[in-house]
């Protein structure tokens, strides 16, 4: 197999990445698309940085796996396939599994901070943002960390005040003035799903012929 198509998805904490990928998935196929999320490299409790009153803060750059992550990629991107532990957010109710990833023609670096690793951002054939408002993050991320996380809302509320919001101003919306495609989902993403769909497809359709000429 050729080198993939590589795409970049970020966007602040409860802006709909995970359900948008989980949709561009269906529409272009999931045998031609291979997902790494950054979600499933954060370094252990233990090596995070705490703030001044003592709360893990996990939405910094240093939170992640970096080294890890962006071999991973490199594997991908050379036809070999990976193996990780999910991560599960220190949740003691939910076993870890390991993921597998095949490589396959279009592959999609997801999370956070995507585009603030520049040795990922230089290896993206096209980079991607999805933007919504503050407060439709704040109610996504409450109900996304009540249901799936077990998180007291008083948790995420102290979270989202002390590190989400000051981290996104600094290590995500600089880079949605530099992205390829932003697209607005406070309602819903319907219109950009389409757009990016269309063009992955014409990119599948590139590599079909090529691979046939």
Same mark, same amino acid.
Not at 91 to 97: I, M, S, Y
Not at 109 to 115: P, Q, T, V
Not at 161 to 179: D, G, I
């Given at each position: 197999m050729n080198k993939p198509y590589i795409i970049g998805i970020s966007g602040g904490s409860? *802006?709909? &990445?995970?359900?948008?990928?989980?949709? +561009? @998935?269906?529409k272009v196929g999931i045998e031609n698309v291979a997902v790494v999320s950054q979600d499933n490299y954060y370094l252990p409790k233990e090596k995070q940085k705490k703030d001044s009153k003592g709360w893990f803060n996990f939405d910094l750059p240093t939170a992640i796996d970096r080294e890890v992550f962006f071999k991973d990629m490199q594997k991908l991107m050379n036809n070999i396939p990976i193996h990780h532990q999910e991560y599960t957010f !220190? !949740?003691?109710? &939910?076993?870890?599994?390991?993921?597998?990833?095949? %490589?396959k023609p279009i592959l999609v670096?997801?999370?956070?901070?995507?585009?603030h690793f520049r040795e990922i951002w230089d290896l993206l054939d096209l980079t991607v943002f999805l933007h919504a408002d503050d407060q439709k993050k704040l109610l996504r991320r409450l109900k996304r960390d009540s249901d799936e996380r077990g998180y007291p809302e008083k948790d995420v509320k102290y979270q989202w $005040? !002390?590190?989400?919001? %000051?981290? =996104?101003?600094?290590?995500?919306? %600089? =880079? $949605?003035?530099? #992205?390829d495609l932003v697209i607005n989902n406070n309602r819903n993403f319907d219109a950009?799903?389409?757009? +990016? #769909? *269309?063009?992955? &497809?014409?990119? +599948? #359709?590139?590599? @079909?012929? +090529?691979?046939? #000429?």
């Open positions: 409860g *802006s709909g &990445k995970t359900t948008f990928i989980k949709q +561009l @998935n269906q !220190n !949740n003691k109710k &939910k076993f870890a599994g390991v993921i597998e990833i095949t %490589p670096m997801e999370g956070l901070f995507i585009f $005040r !002390n590190h989400v919001k %000051p981290c =996104y101003q600094k290590y995500l919306k %600089p =880079y $949605r003035s530099e #992205a950009g799903l389409e757009v +990016l #769909a *269309s063009h992955l &497809k014409n990119v +599948l #359709a590139v590599k @079909n012929s +090529l691979t046939l #000429a």
